[in-house]
């Protein structure tokens, strides 16, 4: 069974179910778009679990020849790196489906988006043809940029535009490198796997490095790159920015450690103390950035610049234990920033503002759910034990310490930070005596608000009790990687 | 009964998850589970403390994750230490439990507080129990969380000083600065060798497999994230903010949790310090700075808690100067110990007297002790334990630590010890004195006090109980508490004519501080402090606490956090983006001679790239033939 493919088809499968429903069919529209998300999450959660891992390496194999005179494949697998990022995806998604039901404004169009967007996100962490992966890395970003552009609010096309400029910028970088490592390779190819035999000089792969790199770093994205980010995430609709942050980004994460670590170890070494300078700054100035924000929107779009820095530490000091801590870090900055977007999502629906200084004043009296929702999330945000990212952000220190002494030591303090401005925005949001401006609002009452705030603080506690969950996973693959 | 060690860290959370998710709305019941819970625990930690002393230990283990062959576990290190810890922990828990039933009746988040409590419990017993620095630092944190969630308990209320979540946020963030360092210096002795678990630490640095200097720097940042838990200088600040919260939780967090955490980590770890010594001498001077530190605020705060939560924060700076001076665990755990009960009393006698006088200014107070005799009572109790007064239990524990400043040579820390304890006496029975003793202020006389109701004044007279006896267990001539903690150590022998001497003197110092708060409060009521009258320059400085905070949160805060962060806001729009977009003009004004392509429409774009792909993948994919050539 070609289950992969299964999981690349669904989605499109629903995109043209929907396409097909008659206009004023909203119901059914969701319903459909419901039914994929869940069967997607189910597949998804299947592959995981019969995925050896003590074998390790790719599994799930689906090869076939497609354009056979460029050898150019369909070429399908995942290991433990990918497997993680698919279930987090398939678990986003139906997230998001489920916060997108309260959608009224050209729902079928809305949904047909989404749907194929999940495939070309699906498809860029399955595929292992760097074609294909380029095909899917690109047909991402057209759902991205009409969902922004459509259904965001007032400075929406100048925000959609500016995602869409500055990733097709990064993109162009990232197919210069794919096409510079195709006709260098000893035969030429776009197969990782064989690229990774490839054996590139050290000179040349510190160049494909420099060319690859751009283009994940504007997806991470990597400071000076991140501007396009805040811009998107406070037009995009609520469940869009769930999308944004919890799985866009981690496509960066994902080519970095996969493509740069894996197939470019030379070049990755070539450029540590640059890599490690740029985590930092990623890090303590995104935290800082975040405390200075006004809007509670783009604090939380700061705060994955900052949380992205600890991906990509772990990919300059390139250690089995700091890469699993990367590894994990996406998975769990995935459900966490979800969540907190989410929970922005709720209260800018009932107040109509996302400004924290206008939103001030004990929204725990009038809105106890949202609050304990939004805490919750506020807290895993800030690295508490139990939950989560503080173990994968544990794992980063661990892992980078003993190669990146001054680095690691400067982005442990980015826990200070980080807990000010979570801490300082609950404070003056949540707490103190209830503007009775704000008394009308109303607390979470529908079952798909419910839901998703359940599936994500219970990924973010699950992991968080139990990481083995992740690294049983992540540590064989990397490892056999970094060998 | 030591197998089942990991029943008293379980027991709590267990209560925390029945009472989020059964009984929340049934305040009693919630309460029921909280105390069952924490009853089990302490017996279970009794039961364990006689096997301990019966010569049983144990580490239980239990592998939580392996990671590149790097082992995360989860553990139960059974041993004196951490059985007294576990005895202490779970009866000051439970007696604050019973007593929060009085305190709390009535408040719309009875459940919120007793689930917190558990959680509390669970978080500090989970410390106590570590066996190695990854669960050490977890817990750590969670302690952290709940002090942060309790402190900030009633979070719609303006508070006393400051609201009570900006409380709980100061703490959170003080004492996070702190646990950096920690964290740091668990990376290191990680870097150096590679496992976290503490016996296997402690063996190599016990026997000089690790390097001293990278030792001593670990100790030092190690002991960086004590001084944020245990409120030392120059970390201390928010520990008399955390008085915003109910006063049950200042019992607890003062003397079973939080706090105790810190002494408690240097004890643990006391094998590295030893292996770096250079690292004692900063806990010692830091401890002995602190104690005095405090104790000088803490004569002239006119809010009785605040004197408590400063005396809180000098009696630490002792623990710490006894780590320091003596190397070994015995005097600083002991203090712990003793300090524990006392402490514990004092706090909840105070809350007795705000539950009934709603108040906890000592100008709207006096004459109290008439109408609550129980109260007043047993609150002499704690404060002649906290002052020093023989046999009470802070007189031993105290003495060992001024006699173990002497015996290290370091006089000058001996002798502060001995100007610290006539502070200390003074300013306890300052309170006592202005509190209970004298007549009511003319403005209170129409509020009528009454003592509290039995669970409140149950868990008094068992505190004092325990606030005079706990301290018999480690007298000069008979120091079951040393020999326990660490059998291998020799406990001075026979007592010395300077233990002797010794004892007198501090007795001595101690009645004269209460001669002198009598002297001065036992006899009128003031309006105006004395001091202040008399040096009114030395009374702002002590009663603007050294200017510390205002540096603090008049400085660095508003400046070095806020105005930076303002700063970079703005940084990251106007040069960061600013840049961005002016790469895109320039772009854009190239473009103007491509205008005939521009169309307006946005998507245009968007769509021909992608079009582009995707009709090259097709049109190759069916004629592939054509493209033999590229």
Same mark, same amino acid.
């Given at each position: 069974m070609p289950w992969l493919s299964l999981l690349l088809v669904l989605p499109v499968l629903g995109a043209l179910i929907i396409f097909c429903t008659?206009?004023?069919?909203d119901k059914t529209v969701k319903a459909v778009a419901l039914l994929i998300g869940i069967l997607e999450t189910v597949i998804s959660l299947g592959l995981y679990f019969s995925y050896d891992f003590h074998k390790a390496g790719l599994q799930f194999i689906e090869e076939y020849n497609w354009i056979t005179t460029l050898n150019i494949k369909y070429f399908l697998g995942v290991d433990g790196l990918s497997l993680p990022m698919v279930v987090l995806t398939t678990f986003i998604f139906l997230c998001a489906v489920l916060a997108s039901w309260g959608m009224s404004h050209r729902v079928k169009e809305y949904f047909f988006l989404i749907m194929i967007m999940e495939t070309a996100v699906l498809g860029v962490f399955t595929s292992l043809d760097l074609f294909l992966f380029f095909l899917f890395w690109e047909l991402e970003l057209i759902p991205m940029y009409l969902l922004i552009g459509i259904w965001?609010?007032?400075r929406r096309e100048y925000a959609a535009m500016k995602f869409i400029i500055y990733t097709m910028t990064g993109s162009a970088f990232l197919l210069a490198g794919f096409l510079a490592m195709y006709f260098l390779a000893p035969e030429r190819t776009f197969d990782i796997t064989q690229l990774a035999k490839a054996g590139f000089a050290p000179g040349v792969q510190s160049l494909l490095f420099v060319l690859i790199f751009l283009g994940f770093a504007v997806k991470l994205p990597v400071f000076p790159f991140h501007t396009w980010l805040p811009d998107a995430h406070v037009e995009a609709p609520a469940p869009v920015s769930m999308i944004l942050a919890g799985v866009l980004l981690k496509m960066g994460g994902y080519g970095l450690i996969r493509i740069?670590?894996? #197939?470019l170890p030379e070049g990755v070494k070539a450029y540590i103390p640059l890599l490690a300078t740029l985590a930092i700054i990623n890090v303590l100035y995104g935290a800082y950035v975040a405390l200075g924000q006004k809007d509670l929107k783009t604090m939380i779009a700061m705060s994955s610049v900052s949380h992205m820095g600890f991906v990509l530490l772990p990919v300059a000091a390139m250690t089995p234990l700091a890469l699993n801590g990367a590894v994990l870090e996406m998975f769990a900055h995935g459900t966490v920033s979800a969540l907190l977007f989410f929970c922005v999502g709720l209260i800018y629906e009932r107040a109509h503002t996302r400004e924290i200084k206008a939103l001030e004043g004990g929204l725990a009296a009038c809105v106890p759910k949202i609050a304990v929702a939004f805490i919750i999330g506020g807290l895993a945000s800030l690295g #508490?034990?139990?939950?989560?990212q503080f173990i994968a952000e544990f794992l980063v220190f661990l892992g980078s310490f003993p190669v990146l002494r001054l680095p690691t030591v400067l982005g442990t303090t980015g826990i200070v930070f980080t807990a000010g401005y979570i801490l300082w925005a609950i404070k003056r949001i949540f707490?103190?005596? #209830?503007n009775p401006k704000w008394a009308h609002l109303k607390d979470m009452q529908h079952s798909y608000e419910y839901l998703p705030v359940v599936i994500l603080v219970g990924l973010t506690v699950l992991i968080g009790f139990y990481p083995a969950l992740i690294t049983n996973w992540s540590d064989s693959s990397l490892l056999a990687m970094l060998r | 009964m030591v197998p089942y060690a990991w029943l008293i860290t379980a027991m709590p959370f267990i209560a925390f998850l029945i009472i989020i998710g059964?009984?929340?709305?049934r305040p009693l019941a919630s309460a029921l589970v909280a105390i069952t819970c924490t009853a089990v625990s302490l017996m279970v930690s009794l039961s364990v403390l006689v096997a301990v002393i019966g010569g049983q230990t144990a580490e239980l283990s239990l592998k939580w994750a392996e990671i590149s062959s790097f082992k995360l576990e989860l553990g139960v290190l059974v041993d004196p230490m951490s059985a007294v810890m576990f005895v202490v922990v779970s009866t000051i828990t439970l007696l604050v439990q019973i007593y929060s039933i009085g305190y709390m009746h009535?408040? %719309?988040g009875f459940s919120r507080f007793f689930s917190f409590l558990s959680l509390f419990a669970f978080s500090m017993l989970g410390l106590v129990s570590a066996n190695n620095f990854l669960q050490i630092f977890m817990f750590w944190e969670l302690v952290g969380l709940c002090s942060y969630l309790l402190i900030g308990f009633w979070y719609d209320q303006p508070g006393v000083a400051l609201p009570p979540p900006a409380a709980g946020m100061r703490a959170f963030i003080v004492t996070r600065i702190g646990d950096v360092g920690f964290l740091i210096g668990i990376l290191l002795l990680a870097s150096a060798i590679p496992t976290l678990n503490f016996n296997e630490i402690f063996a190599a640095a016990e026997a000089g497999k690790l390097n001293t200097t990278l030792l001593t720097i670990a100790a030092v940042l190690i002991f960086t994230g004590a001084v944020g838990k245990s409120a030392?200088?120059?970390? @201390?600040? $928010?520990l008399p903010d955390a008085?915003?919260?109910p006063t049950p939780v200042s019992a607890l967090i003062h003397a079973a949790t939080m706090v105790a955490a810190g002494v408690y980590l240097v004890a643990r770890t006391m094998a590295i310090f030893a292996a770096g010594p250079d690292s004692l001498l900063v806990v010692a001077y830091i401890g002995g700075f602190t104690a005095f530190l405090a104790a000088s605020i803490g004569l002239v705060m006119t809010d009785f808690k605040r004197v408590i939560a400063y005396s809180t924060i000098s009696q630490l700076g002792y623990m710490m100067m006894a780590l320091g001076v003596s190397g070994a665990v015995t005097a600083g755990m002991f203090h712990l110990t003793t300090h524990a009960f006392f402490k514990a009393l004092l706090f909840l006698a105070i809350g007795s007297v705000i539950h009934a !006088? @709603?108040?906890?200014e000592m100008r709207d107070l006096g004459g109290l002790g008439k109408d609550m005799k129980i109260t007043s009572l047993t609150f002499l109790v704690g404060s002649l334990a906290l002052a020093g007064i %023989?046999?009470?239990?802070g007189f031993w524990s105290k003495d060992e630590i001024v006699h173990a400043a002497f015996a290290s040579g370091k006089v000058g820390l001996g002798f502060l010890g001995l100007i610290v304890a006539f502070m200390t006496s003074f300013y306890i029975f300052r309170v006592y004195f202005a509190t209970f003793w004298g007549e009511r202020p003319a403005h209170q006389h129409g509020h009528h006090v009454h003592e509290s109701p039995p669970t409140m004044t149950v868990p008094l007279i068992i505190l004092a109980v325990l606030a005079v006896v *706990?301290? $018999? *267990?480690?007298?000069? $001539? !008979?120091?079951y508490f040393a020999a326990f903690l660490s059998p291998g150590e020799h406990h001075g022998g026979g007592v010395e004519g300077f233990t002797v001497m010794l004892m007198l003197v501090s007795t001595l110092i101690a009645l004269a501080g209460i001669l002198l708060a009598w002297a001065i409060y036992g006899r009128r009521h003031y309006d105006i402090e004395p001091l202040a009258e008399k040096s009114p320059g030395l009374y702002a400085f002590l009663s603007k606490k050294w200017f510390i905070e205002n540096f603090y949160y008049g400085v660095i805060v508003p400046y070095g956090a806020v105005g930076l962060a303002r700063l970079c806001a703005w940084f990251d729009r106007a040069i960061i983006d600013g840049l961005v977009n002016g790469i895109a003009g320039v772009v854009g004004g190239i473009g103007v001679s491509l205008r005939?392509?521009?169309?307006?429409?946005?998507q245009f774009y968007a769509l021909i790239f992608f079009a582009v792909v995707v009709i090259a993948a097709v049109y190759l994919t069916l004629f592939t033939g054509l493209s033999a050539g590229i």
């Open positions: 008659p206009r004023e069919q965001g609010s007032a740069n670590v894996g #197939l #508490l034990p139990g939950m989560s707490y103190g005596p #209830l | 059964v009984t929340y709305r009535g408040d %719309p030392q200088f120059p970390l @201390h600040v $928010w008085m915003e919260g !006088a @709603h108040s906890q %023989p046999p009470f239990s *706990v301290g $018999w *267990v480690g007298t000069p $001539w !008979a120091n005939r392509f521009q169309t307006g429409y946005l």
